[in-house]
């Protein structure tokens, strides 16, 4: 399972570290059903911005050794809480999204979804990318919303369920890049640790995981992982 900092090394600001996402915003504001409800234009505003930072971006070496270390294993899953789909562009192929996707529009009126950057995706030009602000649904005109789950909303059913089920069968969890303090995100290693798993975290700073964890790996996910990789491929 990931979080922000499997991030950090490809330049996507965690959200807890200094110089964090929402600074500058209040989360209330940007991060909330209600701050969207009061003003629309001023939280697509934000996650536009938001994706015009990430076309900059690429995967590290952390994603790609994650996205590798799938093709090895018989079984295994990645579940992130990261929104940037940096996962999917190492080559994971099915990542279980607990927060959604900034890439996503839904509508707030039918079930209508589109990606966001399909133009980016079919011609591989990011600079074909073009992000409206406040866009409406093709199908019902009704407003559309950025595909994320904000504060006080429920994580999506079927993610919750794939994770919890991967969780519960998994010898080995490794737990890179977060702080371990959000829920339900969070309860999945104490899940994993209860059911007998193997934890590993791997994050330069300790967290409330660190005392329960089996190994705490400290040091960056972009220098850890393809290390961890080479053992497992070498033995
Ligand atoms: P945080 O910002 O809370 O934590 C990032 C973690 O990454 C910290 O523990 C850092 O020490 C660690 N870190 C920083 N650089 C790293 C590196 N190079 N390699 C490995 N670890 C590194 O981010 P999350 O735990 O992901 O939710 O935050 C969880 C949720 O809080 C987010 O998904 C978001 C936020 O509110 C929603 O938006 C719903």
Request: aromatic share 8%; charged share 20%; hydrophobic share 40%.
């Amino acid at each position: 399972m990931t979080g922000a900092g499997v991030s950090a090394e490809s330049g996507v600001p965690t959200f807890r570290d200094a110089g964090g996402l929402w600074e500058g915003h209040r989360i209330e504001d940007v991060g909330t059903p209600e701050g969207f409800t009061r003003d629309p234009l001023l939280v697509w505003r934000f996650y536009n911005a938001r994706r015009r930072n990430l076309l900059d971006v690429a995967p590290n070496a952390a994603h790609h050794a994650l996205a590798n270390l799938e093709r090895r294993c018989r079984d295994f899953a990645l579940i992130t809480q990261n929104v940037d789909g940096l996962h999917a562009r190492a080559g994971t192929p099915n990542p279980i999204e607990l927060h959604g996707n900034i890439w996503l529009n839904t509508c707030t009126g039918c079930t209508h979804y589109e990606w966001a950057d399909a133009t980016w995706r079919a011609t591989g030009n990011p600079s074909a990318a073009s992000f409206p602000d406040d866009p409406r649904c093709p199908k019902c005109a009704g407003r559309l919303r950025p595909g994320v789950v904000w504060f006080g909303e429920m994580l999506p059913d079927w993610a919750v369920r794939r994770a919890e089920q991967a969780v519960c069968r998994c010898d080995v969890m490794l737990v890179i890049g977060t702080s371990a303090v959000v829920y339900p995100a969070a309860g999945l290693a104490h899940l994993a640790a209860a059911r007998g798993a193997f934890v590993v975290e791997i994050n330069p700073q300790r967290t409330p995981l660190s005392k329960e964890a089996d190994a705490v790996l400290s040091g960056k996910a972009g220098e850890i992982m393809p290390a961890l990789l080479q053992r497992v491929a070498s033995s």
